[in-house]
Nanobody
Framework: VQLQASGGGLVQPGGSLKLSCVVSGFRAYYSTIGWFRQAPGKEREEVAC????????YYTDPVKGRFTISRDDAKNTIYLQMDSLKPEDSAIYYCATGHCGDDYYYTLPGDIWGQGTQVTVSS
């Protein structure tokens, strides 16, 4: 049972990246999975989540309209499409299981975390 995140990199402001979170050992379709990020010296921030069976999605305000979370059930993978990237989006991004609603996303002890993938937005 694990999550494997990838897709980070260096991109110029205004550019795009697509992060992937491959799920192993359980069905993503029935699980809430989302993305957190943490920049140096800052607290971890929930970014977006997609609830099981896609009944709810959540985005933190700074990314609304720019980021899109989605799922490919055939590949058992969660994606985070990030467009119009800004320097303040630079952080390590983690995917994790958790609890998701229209205005919240949080994890509890026992939730599963993937390793981080570095996103750097810089000219």
């Amino acid at each position: 049972v694990q999550l494997q995140a990838s897709g980070g990199g260096l991109v110029q402001p205004g550019g795009s990246l697509k992060l992937s979170c491959v799920v192993s050992g359980f069905r993503a379709y029935y699980s809430t999975i989302g993305w957190f990020r943490q920049a140096p010296g800052k607290e971890r921030e929930e970014v977006a989540c997609l609830s099981g069976e896609a009944t709810d999605t959540y985005y933190t305000d700074p990314v609304k309209g720019r980021f899109t979370i989605s799922r490919d059930d055939a590949k058992n993978t969660i994606y985070l499409q990030m467009d119009s990237l800004k320097p303040e989006d630079s952080a390590i991004y983690y995917c994790a299981t958790g609890h998701c609603g229209d205005d919240y996303y949080y994890t509890l002890p026992g939730d599963i975390w993937g390793q981080g993938t570095q996103v750097t937005v810089s000219s």
